[in-house]
């Protein structure tokens, strides 16, 4: 005899792997999941809702301008970014360059600078009144153009590439180069026939970020004057014309996806092992005549992604201060932006927990899926976020709608990632047996989570609620669309002042964010 | 009364094509202490987190203490079946020192008094502030015994517990761990892949091979009279050979002659069996019967480890391993005569193994039904 009840419940089992989450840990963790996919489930639905003559509006004209811009933007910075990310993690991790060490940390630290502060410490450079044209007398180079957008995004995303593909050369047993080296090849040779191959994993999901970024910028993209899909979506929205930045918002979430599908493609096809246990440092590569150009290069990169912006900067900052930019005003910002970034920071800790226990401890396509979609946010850029809630709180939650709760919200949406990848990275040191031994000794599932799992995991998540709060503190795009009237962020004020070319009001907001994000850069250069 | 009895449990894991175990039967009167050996991947791991309650049998019956924790109806979480757990890699929580390690699960109003007492049971008081971290191996070990007991658990299970530990203090925690779980009067079950903690510690021993009993019995009783020749080669070495019952059912007609011979299992005169011979019964004597030559020789210390090929009386050759005494000097190609010694030649089962449960256990309604 089939009872139909004692078929479903041996179905969710089986679903399960006869391991079925408690009730609330599923609720909440669901929960979290569905949030996430609020912003991209309502910017689809409004842009399929659109009709066809809007749709075949934009997709005649716009979108294949767009298109084009993006595109060739994504590609040359993740050309650029790429080659000088390896070029100098090649110097500083197997050659003889002269300070290895500290520029292993020097060239990574261009990270603290958001790309918008970078760029409008360019315009002050470069801009048409800026100090090279007083110095020269005319105009070096046009920052408002395309390779002026190039230079700036290369300069403030390389380090990703130099990161990832560092910590990969420095994993390389040297065996496999000494073997080479015993086979007759030369330092190039070594370079394009071990080491490249070697590193192309890492650095293919390098790339995969710097393209995702570039994707996603709008701060230093908008600032600069130049169009991609980022601020056509954005200056839709700000004239009201959220129907056509939907349909704008859709075209740049497919674009995202095909990336992110060349990702997945890549990563599944090679894997490369190390066969020995036994691990030699590397030895250094002697660079002899090439010793100068090689220092020149590096500190040439260093000059401008770090030294100069940051020297503009603390000039302007300077100059600010003495003028009394830190007033009252100043410090309205900045309780603001921490206030909001603070709230994201505790809600993600909060949501991430549920989502990666899940994960950890019960396995299946459910807990799979839950946490695919808790993650999905970082792919999403911050304009479509933004345009997502739009959409749902002002039909849903009108009352909500309008007040700064947006703000945390959209943070969360977006950099919840952080915290579950460090919050799932604490969980893993924690064996599930663990688990078990709390329960042999009589704690129920909500026990074992309160007595064992978090002050367990409670470093790991503090971690991520720091990246989290930082990443919102630069948050530029979603902060200005969502804000309330009159509630005012560092980030916003950067944008505000910079726009209005009052500098120094603008510069002691950008040093301030870029000291506070420095603890969350270590904490990454330690894990590499 | 049982500790613990298990009836017929059967758990194939999703996914799975066959059972991780099969089948599986067992009794274990309280006080006493039961090894689970067999090699890795057989299933004996499976049976621990099943009696615990971490995973959950597809048929069968589990009985603690007269109560029945798992079945077609019921189902009692780990958390309220009062088992206590001592996991290979002693899971102690970091966050804790030793005192609240040991009193994690302890609700009763003598809480103090009771760590204290397990404390001087495990011969660790003074350790209270020390955190896990700080402590040896051993230690870990008995920290963990002890918080398993502290809650006064109708059974603790260990987990491969000596596997972490180096061979020198693995021979003195088995014989303090069995000392502990005696003194406490706690049941216990064992699983371990090694023999010696299985002969050294256990009341029973029960033998594994995928997912299926092999033999169970004492450890004497499993080292002896072996069922078949897994449990032969698996608990101690052996040489397998072909006979036939003898005439008087006394003895085993072989290739190297007629063997007096223990047991039987049962078996009929002029039934063919295999016969397990231990290396320790083929002794070195110069009235021997049996005449060989030595074609291989390992020194092990204890013994030589000799292979030593005998003629047969067909004149088929037959190899045996024999353990010589280290004293004998003996050399590779030498021709030596030997003689059996009937104490550790045993009929192997010639149907197959079931592991009964003794019959104060119950009515044994398995999931057959």
């Known amino acids: 005899m089939i009872r139909p009840v004692s078929s479903l419940k041996r179905g969710w089992a089986v679903l399960w792997r ?12 669901g929960l979290t999941a569905l949030a996430c996919a609020v912003p991209a489930f309502y910017v689809l639905e409004r842009s399929l809702s659109a009709g066809r003559g809007r749709w075949q509006g934009l997709l005649d004209t716009r979108i294949p301008q767009l298109l084009g811009n993006t595109l060739t933007l994504a590609a040359a910075v993740t050309l650029i970014a790429s080659v000088l990310g390896v070029g100098l993690a090649w110097l500083v991790r197997k050659s003889d360059l002269p300070g290895r060490r500290a ?12 790309p918008y502060v970078g760029a409008v410490a360019y315009i002050i450079i470069l801009g048409p009144r800026g100090w090279a044209r007083e110095i020269f007398g005319e105009r070096v180079f046009d920052i408002f153009s395309f390779w002026g957008v190039v230079f700036v995004l290369t300069m403030f995303t390389y380090p990703y590439v130099f990161l990832i593909c560092g910590a990969a050369l420095k994993s390389i047993n040297r065996n ?59 200056y839709r929205i700000d004239g009201y014309d959220n129907v056509s930045a939907a349909i704008l918002s859709v075209a740049l979430l497919a674009l995202t996806l095909i990336v992110l599908g060349i990702e997945v493609r890549a990563r599944g096809r090679r894997r490369y092992h190390q066969t020995s246990e036994v691990f030699l440092p590397p030895r250094p590569v002697k660079l002899g005549r090439w010793k100068l150009p090689a220092l020149a290069l590096v500190l040439a990169v260093f000059a401008c992604s770090l030294l100069a912006p940051a020297g503009v900067l603390v000039y302007w900052a300077s100059l600010g201060i003495a003028r009394g930019a830190l007033a009252g005003e100043f410090w309205r910002f900045s309780a603001n932006s921490v206030g909001v970034a603070a709230l994201a920071a505790l809600a993600a800790m909060l949501l991430a927990l549920p989502v990666v226990y899940l994960r950890s401890r019960h396995p299946s396509v459910v807990s799979g899926l839950i946490e695919k979609l808790s993650v999905s946010g970082y792919a999403l850029p911050g ?28 943070y969360v949406v977006r950099f919840l990632p952080q915290a579950i990848q460090t919050g799932g990275a604490s969980l893993n040191l924690v064996s599930p047996r663990m688990d078990e031994v709390a329960k042999s000794l009589g704690c129920s599932p909500g026990k074992v989570m309160f007595k064992v799992i978090v002050p367990l995991v409670t470093p790991g998540l503090l971690t991520g609620g720091a990246l989290v709060f930082v990443s919102s503190l630069k948050e530029l795009p979603a902060t200005l669309l969502l804000r309330p009237p009159g509630f005012d962020t560092l980030s916003v004020r950067i944008w505000v002042e910079a726009g209005e070319a009052l500098y120094h009001l603008a510069a002691p907001a950008a040093l301030l964010i870029i000291v506070l994000s420095i603890p969350p850069l270590k904490w990454l250069l330690a894990r590499r | ?10 758990k194939t894991f999703p996914g799975k094509r066959s059972p991780a175990v099969k089948e599986i039967s067992l009794a274990l009167e309280k006080g006493k202490i039961l090894t689970i050996l067999g090699p890795s991947g057989c299933g004996k791991t499976t049976i621990l987190r099943l009696i615990a309650g971490f995973e959950k049998p597809d048929r069968g019956r589990i009985i603690l203490a007269g109560k029945a924790v798992a079945d077609d109806t019921v189902w009692v979480p780990p958390e309220k079946r009062g088992v206590g757990m001592v996991f290979q890699d002693y899971a102690l929580f970091p966050h804790l020192n030793v005192y609240h390690n040991i009193g994690f699960g302890y609700r009763g109003k003598d809480r103090k008094e009771r760590i204290a007492e397990v404390l001087e049971l495990v011969k660790l008081s003074g350790f209270e502030n020390r955190e896990p971290h700080e402590l040896s191996g051993g230690q870990r070990q008995r920290v963990a015994l002890a918080r398993a007991l502290a809650r006064r658990p109708v059974l603790v299970m260990l987990d491969e517990p000596f596997n972490s530990l180096d061979a020198e203090l693995r021979g003195r925690m088995r014989l303090e761990i069995a000392r502990i779980i005696k003194e406490s009067g706690t ?17 029973q021993v029960m033998v594994i091979r995928d997912g299926l009993s092999q033999q169970c019995g004492s450890p004497q009783e499993v080292y002896r009279f072996p069922e078949n020749s897994f449990v032969a080669n698996f608990v101690g070495q052996s040489n397998i050979m072909s006979g036939v019952i003898g005439e008087d059912g006394r003895s085993v007609e072989t290739g190297l002659g007629v063997i007096p011979c223990e047991h039987l299992h049962d078996c009929r005169p002029g039934e063919k069996v295999e016969v397990s011979i231990r290396p320790d019964s083929l002794e070195l004597d110069e009235r021997g019967p049996l005449l060989g030559r030595i074609t291989c020789l390992v020194y092990t210390g204890e013994s030589y480890e000799a292979r030593v090929d005998f003629v047969g009386e067909g004149g088929d050759r037959m190899s045996l391993l024999a353990h010589v005494h280290p004293e004998r000097t003996v050399k590779l190609g030498d021709m030596v005569r030997m003689k059996l010694l009937p104490e550790f030649v045993a009929v192997l089962g010639c149907r197959p193994a079931t592991c009964q449960v003794p019959r104060s256990a119950g009515t044994g309604r398995g999931a057959a039904d």
């Open chain 2, 187 to 203: 049941t216990a079950v064992f699983v371990s892949h090694d023999q010696k903690d299985a002969l050294a510690i256990s009341d």
């Open chain 1, 103 to 114: 520029w292993q940390w020097l060239l990574a630290l261009p990270l603290v600078i958001p």
């Open chain 1, 176 to 234: 496999f180069e000494d073997v080479a080296r015993s086979q007759g090849l030369g330092t190039a040779e070594i370079f394009w026939k071990v080491n490249l191959p070697f590193m192309r994993p890492a650095l293919g999901a390098a790339a995969i970020l710097v393209s995702l970024y570039v994707l996603s910028d709008f701060g230093a993209v908008a600032m600069l004057r130049y169009s991609t899909f980022t601020t056509a979506i954005y």
């Open chain 2, 1 to 10: 009364m049982n500790a613990i009895q298990v009836e017929n449990i059967t």
């Open chain 1, 383 to 410: 304009v479509v976020i933004a345009l997502g809630l739009i959409f749902f709180f002002s039909r849903y939650l009108p009352m909500l709608y309008g007040t700064f709760a947006l703000l945390p919200a959209a």
């Open chain 1, 18 to 29: 006869d391991n079925p989450p408690g009730a609330a840990l599923l609720f909440s963790a």
